[in-house]
C-alpha cells in the first residue's frame, strides 16, 4: 500500500506546487480533484496542463487517481451539481461530459480510477425510478470507460442517494461491469455505523480500488485530523493488507486547506508507522 493525498486539501496553493510538497513529504500517490484553475478539464489550456501533469508525476514517481468530487465547477450555485441522478436528462449529461472528460485525463495519466458518487436525491421520486436513472447514467459513463481502459471507483457517500455499502450492493443488483469498482471512504464506515469496518474490508476487498482516510465521529460527517475523531486505525490497515489491496490510500482533508503543508505532514507521520508495520516481511503490502 501507499500512502497518497489529495489536492482537494490544497484548495489555497497551486496544485503542481502542491504535488511537489507532496512528494518532499513522502506520499507516494496524488488524488487529483479536477477543479478550477490549472486541473479544470474544461479550460481551453487544459492539454497543456495535463501534459505538465503527466511530465511531472512521471519525474516525481507518483501514481495518481481522478476524483471528480469539485464542489461548484459545474454549478456557482448549488454545491456537486448537476449529478447522475439529477431530474433533468440535461443536467445529467452535464455530469456525464463532465466524468467522459476525467476519464480521458485518466487514460492519459495511467491513472488508477476514476473515483465518483451518485449525487443527491433532488425528487420525491420512488427508489427504483432513481436506481434506474443512476444506471443508465452509469452505463453512458462505463461505456466510455470501457472503451478507454479506465477503472471507476464508485463512493459511497453520506447524505447521497448511494450512502452506505448496503445501498451500493442494491446498485449493483441494477447495473454491474468488470470496471466498476469501489471506493473506499473509511471515514464513511465509522461515520454511518457499518461496524466493524474490518469486516466489510474483508467482505469488500476483491472490489477496492481507491481507500480514502481520515479520521471521524459516529454520527458526523466531517472528515478530521488523526486523533481527533474515534477511529482505531491499525485494524482498518490490517484488514486492507489481508485483502490484498496495494493501492493508495488517499488523505482526504478538504477542509484543512488553510494549514495544508502542516496537515500534510501531520497526516503521513501519524499514517506511516502503520503501512510500516503491516508491511514488514511484504514490500508489496
Known amino acids: 500500500m501507499l500512502l497518497g493525498y489529495n489536492t482537494n486539501g490544497f484548495a489555497h496553493h497551486d496544485p503542481f506546487e502542491a504535488i511537489e510538497l507532496l512528494a518532499q513529504i513522502g506520499y507516494k500517490s496524488i488524488a487529483l480533484t479536477l477543479d478550477h484553475g490549472p486541473l479544470n478539464p474544461f479550460a481551453a489550456d487544459w492539454p497543456v496542463h495535463l501534459e505538465r501533469l503527466k511530465a511531472t508525476l512521471r519525474r516525481l514517481g507518483l501514481r495518481s487517481t481522478i476524483e471528480t468530487g469539485a464542489r461548484f465547477l459545474l454549478d456557482p450555485l448549488h454545491k456537486h451539481e448537476p449529478t447522475l441522478v439529477s431530474p433533468c436528462e440535461a443536467e445529467r449529461e452535464k455530469r456525464i461530459d463532465f466524468l467522459n472528460r476525467a476519464i480521458d485525463a485518466a487514460a492519459y495519466l495511467e491513472s488508477d480510477c476514476v473515483s465518483l458518487w451518485s449525487g443527491v436525491r433532488r425528487d420525491d421520486v420512488p427508489d427504483e425510478l432513481l436506481l434506474e436513472r443512476l ?25 447521497m442517494f448511494i450512502d452506505t455499502l448496503k445501498s451500493f450492493h442494491r446498485l449493483l443488483q441494477w447495473i454491474d461491469a468488470p470496471h466498476l469498482e469501489l471506493t473506499l471512504d473509511v471515514g464513511h464506515l465509522w461515520c454511518q455505523g457499518e461496524l466493524p469496518i474490518a469486516d466489510y474490508v474483508s467482505r469488500w476487498g476483491p472490489r477496492i480500488v481507491n481507500v ?31 485483502a490484498g489491496y496495494r493501492g493508495a490510500l488517499h488523505v482526504e482533508l478538504s477542509r484543512h486547506s488553510h494549514e495544508a503543508p502542516s496537515a500534510a505532514k501531520n497526516a503521513y507521520e501519524f499514517l506511516r508507522p502503520y503501512l510500516d508495520h503491516v508491511t514488514k516481511g511484504d514490500p508489496h503490502a
Open 135 to 159: 444506471a443508465e447514467s452509469l452505463r453512458v459513463v462505463l461505456r466510455h470507460a470501457t472503451q478507454s481502459g479506465v477503472t471507476l471507483g464508485f463512493e459511497p457517500e453520506p447524505g
Open 212 to 242: 480514502h482516510i481520515e479520521d471521524m465521529r459516529a454520527g458526523v460527517h466531517e472528515h478530521l485530523m488523526f486523533g481527533e475523531g474515534e477511529m482505531r486505525f491499525a485494524p482498518i490497515i490490517e484488514a486492507l493488507a489481508k
